[in-house]
Nanobody
Framework: QVQLAESGGGLVQAGGSLRLSCAGS????????VGWYRQAPGKQRELVAA???????NYADSVKGRFTISRDNAKKTLYLQMTNLKPEDTAVYYC?????WGQGTQVTVSS
């Protein structure tokens, strides 16, 4: 059974940086396409960034140039490096593989 666990969220001032991590079981990150999503209060969950098993990346327009998705297959970990954070980036961030979701990690950006 695939399990995912996010970490690295927190409170940061606008312009700051955070790196989120998603620890997975097995070799899921090297086999499957995976993504980071976020959900802000009162809003629908949206895709933030994705990476295919072949390493192709895709980003939401709102985070292009600021966020970077990457993975370390040896450590079975997916990352989301977030820079130049904005208050509108405040949300719960989730990693996902197929129909499997982690529990989420809160990111709060103060102005």
């Amino acid at each position: 059974q695939v399990q995912l666990a996010e970490s690295g969220g927190g409170l940061v001032q606008a312009g700051g940086s955070l790196r989120l991590s998603c620890a997975g079981s097995g070799n899921i990150f090297s086999i499957f396409d995976v993504g980071w999503y976020r959900q802000a209060p009162g809003k629908q969950r949206e895709l933030v960034a994705a990476i295919t098993s072949g390493g192709r990346t895709n980003y939401a327009d709102s985070v292009k140039g600021r966020f970077t998705i990457s993975r370390d297959n040896a450590k079975k970990t997916l990352y989301l490096q977030m820079t130049n954070l904005k208050p509108e980036d405040t949300a719960v961030y989730y990693c996902s593989v197929g129909l499997v979701w982690g529990q989420g990690t809160q990111v709060t950006v103060s102005s």
